[in-house]
Each structure stands twice: as C-alpha cells, then as structure tokens.
C-alpha cells in the first residue's frame, strides 16, 4: 500500500526540541520531493520544509529557519524534521507530504500528521 | 495571516454550482500559473484536486474546474454532493518566498 507513517509528535515545553519520523512505503521514496506541512489548531496549512530527491537543495517557511532541519535516508524510505527552540507557535499536526513526481510544488500523498503540542 | 485570502465559508444546495475565490498578488497568483487546490474532509489530511490552475489530479471528478483572471484564481464545484463538504485551500508560487503559500481556507457546506 502507499502510504506514509509519521511518528514522534508529543508534548514539549517552549525551549524544547523534538524529532519527527516518517515512513514511506509502496513508492520509490527517493524518486520525490518530500515535504513537511503543519496545521495549527482550528487554522490552515502552512508548509514547512522541502527537500529534493537527494537532499541537495532544502527550503523552509521563515519562521522555522535556524531552528528546524528537515532530512532524509532513502535507504530507509525515511523522513525526518528536527525541530529545536520550539515555540508554542509552533504547536500544530505535522503532515509529511510526497510531492508530484516532476511537479514538486504539488503534494500528492499525505500522511496522516503527528500532533505536536508545544506548552509550559 | 495567510498569504492568499478566500472567503471563509460558501454553501449550495445539492446539484448548483459553486465558486470558491483566492485573492493574491501579481508576485504570486497573478504572476504565474502555479495555483493548485486541496479538499480537507473533517478529520482527514487534505487532498490535492487541482495544479496549474486547472489541472485535475489523477482520480478527481469534472465536476471540478480551475480559473484565473488577473490576481485571482476560482475552484468551480458543479453538480454540488453532500461528499463534496470540506474546506477547500488553494496554494501558490510565490516569488518573495522559498516555498508555496496557502490560503486560509474556505469551508464548504452543502445544505
């Protein structure tokens, strides 16, 4: 089955840090772009992170800049978002997200997100 | 604030049509044709409907359609279901940011 399984989300205090995980299957992981969007509370998307195929070329949202770091292990079928110095802006569920092959602006497959609470 | 602004909540009976706006800039929705449009079901991650402004993703219905005119784009819904309730977010290039902005999202109802 395609799909992607994300992991690590949790309660952190501001200031803190987490690791999230995401596990692909039934696709050739290292032919896409992948991506990390969030969704706070009761709001919309906002996309986070992306990184190419080979992890050459890596963007992310100002906010998170400095202070996330999106990775990937095609051996693994693995994507990760290293998020430190988090602020409770920073609360919300995190989506990986496969873009369209050759079309990367466009996401194509969701997981099903992994809530992060970020709170004193 | 989002980038892109929608209207926050349309309606329509069962077989109208509807048309949902997003409004940007001419450094994004008004400068390139890169606009593209999900569905979010309660409780479920969003799903891509549309890319390049009137593309349909692999699977989706011709009861839906993309336009653009100028800085703003429409997602038509023809032949209105009940399953078509959700909020619909569009999404653009934008040229002063490194990755696409969403806009804030229209919650559709079906009456």
């Known amino acids: 089955e395609v799909q992607l399984v994300e992991s690590g989300g949790g309660l952190v205090q501001p200031g803190g840090s987490l690791r999230l995980s995401c596990g692909a299957s039934?696709?050739?992981?290292?032919?896409?772009?992948m991506n990390w969007v969030r969704q706070s509370p009761g709001k919309g998307l906002e996309w986070v992170a992306k990184i190419k195929q080979d992890g050459s070329e890596i963007f992310y949202v100002d906010s998170v800049k400095g202070r996330f770091t999106i990775s990937r292990d095609n051996a693994k079928k693995s994507l990760y978002l290293r998020m430190n110095s988090l602020r409770v802006e920073d609360t919300g569920v995190y989506y990986c997200v496969r873009a369209l092959q050759f079309l990367d602006r466009y996401l194509d497959l969701w997981g099903r997100g992994t809530l992060v609470s970020v709170s004193s | 604030q989002s980038a892109l602004t929608q209207p926050a909540s349309v309606s329509g009976s069962p077989g109208q049509s509807i048309a949902i706006s997003c409004t940007g800039a001419?450094?994004?929705?008004?400068?390139?044709?890169?606009v593209s449009w999900y569905q979010q079901r309660p409780g479920k991650a969003p799903k891509l409907i549309l890319y390049?402004?009137?593309i349909r993703a692999s699977g989706i219905s011709s009861r839906f359609s993309g336009s653009k005119s100028g800085n703003t784009a429409s997602l038509t819904i023809s032949g209105l279901q009940a399953d078509d309730e959700g909020i619909y977010y569009c999404a653009s290039y934008t040229r002063t940011k490194g990755l696409d902005v969403f806009g804030g999202g229209t919650r559709l109802t079906v009456l």
């Open positions: 390049d402004v009137n």
């Open positions: 039934g696709f050739t992981f290292s032919s896409y772009w």
């Open positions: 001419s450094s994004d929705v008004g400068g390139y044709d890169y």
